[in-house]
């Protein structure tokens, strides 16, 4: 059975804390209902979210979504910050740029970037202010991730502009279903229902902002979907297609092939 960890009380919205140094080597494990900013200013070895591996070097940003499974194998002493972020802390928020910010911070997995004081510093003030429970110290919170999440992007898009548009908003709730959705449904046209859109409209956007067809993007997330199940679960492959609401198993092996090039038995197999 796959571990489940909670690093967060019940009643806070957002948390931060350093990260702890005694952490060397981990299980395979998730955290459920949060999002996870991971800054690493010191260490060395490798971070494995899902089924990808990452080195880790000074300085690195981890970005974990929601249900992703990770495991660490850090060879020597870590240095950092880590940050845990509910919904409920973004939709109580009132700041619409705080909002499209973390949407497009929902994007990225990891970035390995330069020393910053001025990071680190952001990092210790949200870590000394505390959490949401005390409510008069909400804005201050918000303030300081709003500051933080824009010198993270200073740094991954010194050249580009954050695009801010109604399409980038709509392009933007359609990852976040689709990343937080436990139980995933193969057909575009039940999320731009839920968008209020149509699968036309959807289509459409997703081509301006990532050359990409709504249903392409939607296979992106299926198939991450199966294979973190094929490597981290027992599941039978007939209880995979069923979850990732396939009409049948046969549908669903081909569909698995038709864009890893492996069926679901022999992916499973392979060393990871």
């Known amino acids: 059975m ?122 210790n003030l949200l870590v000394i202010e505390g959490n949401t429970s005390d409510l008069s110290n909400f804005v201050v919170i918000e303030s300081l991730l709003k500051a933080l999440i824009s010198k993270i992007f200073a740094s991954i898009e010194t050249t580009q502009t954050i695009h801010l548009g109604v399409t980038r908003t709509l392009f933007q709730q359609y990852i976040e279903l689709l990343s937080q959705s436990t139980n995933l449904r193969n057909h575009v046209a039940h999320y731009a229902e839920l968008l209020n859109t149509t699968p036309q409209n959807l289509n459409a956007i997703c081509r301006k902002e990532v050359n990409q067809t709504a249903a392409q993007v939607l296979s992106t997330r299926l198939i991450n979907e199966a294979k973190r199940q094929l490597i981290y679960t027992d599941n039978r492959v007939s209880e995979i297609a069923f979850h990732l609401d396939f009409v049948d198993a046969s549908h669903f092996v081909k569909y698995f092939k038709r864009h890893t090039g492996f069926t679901p038995m022999v992916f499973r197999s392979q060393p990871f």
Do not use: C
């Not at 209902?33 to 000074?58: A, C, K, M, V, W």
């Not at 020597?76 to 700041?95: A, W, Y």
């Open 2 to 123: 796959l571990t489940i960890k909670n690093k967060i009380e019940q009643s806070v919205l957002i948390k931060a804390l350093p990260f702890k140094k005694n952490i060397r080597k981990t299980v395979p494990h998730k955290h459920h209902n949060y999002f996870e900013i991971i800054y690493l200013s010191e260490g060395t070895g490798t971070h494995t979210i899902d089924y990808q591996t990452y080195e880790i070097q000074p300085s690195t940003l981890f970005f974990m979504h929601r249900d992703q499974i990770h495991h660490w194998d850090i060879t020597s002493e870590p240095e950092g910050f880590v940050i845990i972020i509910k919904n409920g802390f973004i939709e109580k928020s009132l700041d619409g740029e705080l909002k499209r910010l973390f949407a497009k911070l929902s994007e990225q997995a990891v970035h390995y970037t330069k020393p910053s004081e001025s990071v680190n510093l952001l990092f």
